[in-house]
């Protein structure tokens, strides 16, 4: 199987022409790889924790084309073969479909002395599983009646006003970055960014090639006709405030033209710093037109409805909805499977070119829901549970449902082949599956029940079988 992760180009990774330096590509090798250990169960740290260590004895490159800034690059890696104390590692980097470079490195096996040694076996088990030989072929489908929950590895984003509560909350290991990461793609179907099973036979799948193969027994009944998966699911984390923004609804959408895609989300809230807010739905003081013009004068503090952050909190987002994420918050988010944004304010906020970010000001204000003053937050139950406990967070909308269940004891449920059920771990770890089809989450991990799954149970893996997770299902 091969292993897919994607990186947009920076500045810093080019010459004077705007073309990415040729040395780089060694660097992108190392990212590509880096990120196949870590889906396959096996990081770096580990590794080394064990006292092996893997230096690179030989290297190369064949270059193709030409990588540029911005440009969104796919690092495709695969292991090519596996000996006693060698291992070679193939990497392709591919702008689309086209291939721009392809080369592999060869690592050697050593321990702290630096003196060659042999693959240990669980190493020697998880390469094999990632061999390759250039044909998509060896890979296979399962029967619909043999599926199984399903995990994906997540697509990391660097964003300028990325925070550190992924590493420090969440417990994860970050791939190199020249920016801060600020979002984790938890499930993606968006054409050069996929989501890719990292567990069981369907290893190394995207979640598009599964909606193709399996749509309804994957989608679930309520779906109807889908060609992509409905959702893109995601992690936030801010180290300082997003841009105050605005998504467009359905009829935005063929007013504005341009490929926009209506967008309505939701967030919930994982953890928050000292001092964290949410900023979202409108100020009632303010007409219309005055809006309108504290928008056009940049002068928007002021215009949003102020929340302070805390876990467990969520936030129904409506397309229309003016709203801005402030510093210190790592929230779950849900929405349709759009990246349409209108970025009406940036704060004064410069990018890593010294320059301010583009604004879609009249787009925005074309977009934005005027008379919607409601509150969009949806304040958690702060009483303690002594049963299970399903609190429904968002109902009846038209784009998915959510809900978090509080449990002292193992939840049984089904998926019913109505929809996919979605399952992210919130406050310890969980086991979620029937029979020998199950998988363990830590927190802040998630897992896909296809809808032709059925019933399936979660429990709790701490001594006291407390537990917090949530569920997004059509």
């Given at each position: 199987?091969?292993?897919?992760?994607?990186y947009r180009v920076p500045y810093a990774d080019t010459d004077q022409m705007g073309v990415v330096y040729y040395a780089n590509y060694l660097e992108y090798f190392e990212r590509g790889r880096?990120?196949?250990?870590?889906?396959?169960?096996?990081?770096?740290?580990?590794?080394?924790?064990?006292?092996?260590f893997l230096p690179v004895i030989e290297a190369c490159c064949y270059y193709h084309g030409s990588a540029r800034y911005d440009d969104l690059l796919t690092f495709r890696s695969y292991v090519?073969?596996?000996?006693?104390?060698?291992?070679?590692?193939?990497?392709?980097?591919?702008?689309?479909?086209?291939?721009?470079?392809?080369?592999?490195?060869?690592?050697?096996?050593?321990?702290?002395?630096?003196?060659?040694?042999?693959?240990?076996?669980?190493?020697?088990?998880?390469?094999?599983?990632?061999?390759?030989?250039?044909?998509?072929?060896?890979?296979?489908?399962?029967?619909?009646?043999?599926?199984?929950?399903?995990?994906?590895?997540?697509?990391?984003?660097?964003?300028?006003?990325?925070?550190?509560?992924?590493?420090?909350?969440?417990?994860?290991?970050?791939?190199?970055?020249?920016?801060?990461?600020?979002?984790?793609?938890?499930?993606?179907?968006?054409?050069?960014?996929?989501?890719?099973?990292?567990?069981?036979?369907?290893?190394?799948?995207?979640?598009?090639?599964?909606?193709?193969?399996?749509?309804?027994?994957?989608?679930?009944?309520?779906?109807?006709?889908?060609?992509?998966?409905?959702?893109?699911?995601?992690?936030?984390?801010?180290?300082?405030?997003?841009?105050?923004?605005?998504?467009?609804?359905?009829?935005?959408?063929?007013?504005?033209?341009?490929?926009?895609?209506?967008?309505?989300?939701?967030?919930?809230?994982?953890?928050?710093?000292?001092?964290?807010?949410?900023?979202?739905?409108?100020?009632?003081?303010?007409?219309?037109?005055?809006?309108?013009?504290?928008?056009?004068?940049?002068?928007?503090?002021?215009?949003?409805?102020?929340?302070?952050?805390?876990?467990?909190?969520?936030?129904?987002?409506?397309?229309?909805?003016?709203?801005?994420?402030?510093?210190?918050?790592?929230?779950?988010?849900?929405?349709?499977?759009?990246?349409?944004?209108?970025?009406?304010?940036?704060?004064?906020?410069?990018?890593?070119?010294?320059?301010?970010?583009?604004?879609?000001?009249?787009?925005?204000?074309?977009?934005?829901?005027?008379?919607?003053?409601?509150?969009?937050?949806?304040?958690?139950?702060?009483?303690?549970?002594?049963?299970?406990?399903?609190?429904?967070?968002?109902?009846?909308?038209?784009?998915?449902?959510?809900?978090?269940?509080?449990?002292?004891?193992?939840?049984?449920?089904?998926?019913?082949?109505?929809?996919?059920?979605?399952?992210?771990?919130?406050?310890?770890?969980?086991?979620?599956?029937?029979?020998?089809?199950?998988?363990?989450?830590?927190?802040?991990?998630?897992?896909?029940?296809?809808?032709?799954?059925?019933?399936?149970?979660?429990?709790?893996?701490?001594?006291?079988?407390?537990?917090?997770?949530?569920?997004?299902?059509?």
């Amino acid at each position: 199987m091969y292993f897919e992760c994607s990186y947009r180009v920076p500045y810093a990774d080019t010459d004077q022409m705007g073309v990415v330096y040729y040395a780089n590509y060694l660097e992108y090798f190392e990212r590509g790889r880096t990120e196949m250990f870590r889906a396959a169960g096996m990081p770096y740290s580990a590794l080394e924790k064990e006292g092996l260590f893997l230096p690179v004895i030989e290297a190369c490159c064949y270059y193709h084309g030409s990588a540029r800034y911005d440009d969104l690059l796919t690092f495709r890696s695969y292991v090519e073969s596996r000996q006693r104390v060698k291992l070679k590692i193939c990497t392709e980097v591919r702008r689309g479909e086209e291939l721009l470079v392809k080369g592999y490195v060869i690592l050697g096996c050593v321990n702290a002395d630096r003196k060659p040694v042999r693959m240990p076996e669980h190493m020697a088990a998880c390469c094999d599983a990632l061999l390759w030989d250039g044909s998509e072929k060896k890979r296979q489908f399962v029967e619909v009646e043999n599926i199984y929950p399903l995990k994906f590895a997540p697509v990391y984003q660097e964003r300028i006003w990325g925070g550190t509560q992924l590493t420090d909350v969440l417990k994860r290991e970050l791939p190199p970055h020249a920016a801060p990461i600020g979002e984790s793609w938890e499930l993606c179907d968006r054409g050069e960014i996929q989501s890719r099973v990292v567990n069981g036979e369907l290893a190394g799948f995207t979640l598009s090639e599964l909606v193709r193969r399996y749509g309804r027994d994957l989608l679930g009944a309520k779906a109807g006709q889908l060609d992509r998966f409905p959702l893109l699911v995601k992690i936030i984390d801010a180290g300082e405030k997003l841009s105050l923004q605005v998504h467009p609804d359905d009829a935005a959408c063929q007013a504005l033209g341009n490929g926009a895609e209506s967008k309505t989300e939701m967030w919930y809230i994982l953890a928050s710093r000292p001092g964290a807010c949410i900023l979202a739905g409108l100020d009632s003081q303010f007409s219309r037109n005055h809006m309108i013009d504290l928008l056009r004068s940049g002068s928007a503090d002021g215009l949003l409805q102020t929340h302070v952050s805390q876990a467990g909190d969520a936030y129904f987002i409506p397309a229309g909805t003016l709203h801005a994420i402030g510093a210190g918050n790592l929230l779950l988010e849900v929405q349709q499977n759009s990246d349409t944004t209108y970025r009406l304010s940036d704060w004064g906020r410069v990018g890593s070119d010294g320059k301010m970010r583009e604004l879609h000001l009249e787009q925005g204000i074309r977009a934005a829901n005027f008379v919607n003053r409601a509150s969009p937050r949806i304040a958690a139950a702060v009483d303690q549970v002594a049963w299970n406990r399903k609190i429904t967070i968002v109902g009846n909308c038209p784009y998915f449902n959510f809900a978090e269940l509080r449990l002292v004891e193992p939840w049984n449920d089904d998926t019913k082949k109505e929809s996919f059920h979605y399952i992210t771990a919130i406050s310890s770890p969980v086991r979620i599956g029937r029979d020998d089809r199950r998988v363990d989450l830590a927190v802040g991990e998630s897992v896909l029940l296809p809808a032709a799954f059925g019933a399936y149970t979660i429990e709790s893996l701490t001594a006291d079988k407390h537990c917090t997770v949530v569920k997004t299902t059509l």
